[in-house]
């Protein structure tokens, strides 16, 4: 398992060794044992998701679940690629505002890890992209809440991306009343 620091200490990029043979490749695409050995000791997950973007240039985000049920999350591409952002949503904290984005794909079997207090999105750059990601909490849609994906100046690469309807008329960063403190997680 590879481990890379990023930027934004508290997010880390998560990749795990493929064995390779004849047939083709096996990796452990979770091991809670192996990155506790290395240092890495995540939440509990206890659900996990997968979405399916039949278009390249689908952009789903920037999302977030408010606390007591905030979700960190564990992000892989199971087939095709994308850009993956999160951005730092925790009050006081020093780096406030700032994104970090990294290119998740099955070739590259790169994983983010998003801790509870960032907004998440993704923009696909293939047809018929498969995200599959754990996370710390269960769903709870009266929780659930999404930043405009173009109020944050992070350079998806798109201009004209296909949205949901929630994502069309999400918020601004810069109107948005974050529901998270810094240290709080
Ligand atoms: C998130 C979620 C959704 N749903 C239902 C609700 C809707 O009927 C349908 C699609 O939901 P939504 O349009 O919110 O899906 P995405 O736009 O992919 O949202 C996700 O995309 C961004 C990138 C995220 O990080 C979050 O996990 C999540 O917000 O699935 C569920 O049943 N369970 C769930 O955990």
Known sequence: ??????AISEVLILTPARRGDERGFFAESWNRKTLREAGVD????????HSLSRQAGTLRGLHYQAPPHAQGKLVRCGRGSLFDVVVDARRSSPTYGQWIGVELSFENGRQI??????????????PDTEVIYKCTDYYDRASEGAVRWNSTGIDWGVSDPLLSDKDRVATSFADWQSPF???EF
Not at 42 to 49: G, I, R, T, W, Y
């Open 113 to 126: 890890w998003v801790p509870a207090g960032f907004l998440h999105g993704f923009v696909t750059r293939e």
């Open 42 to 49: 995540l939440p509990e997950f206890v659900q996990d998701n």
């Open 1 to 6: 398992m590879q481990i890379e620091r990023t």
């Open 181 to 183: 403190a810094y240290g």
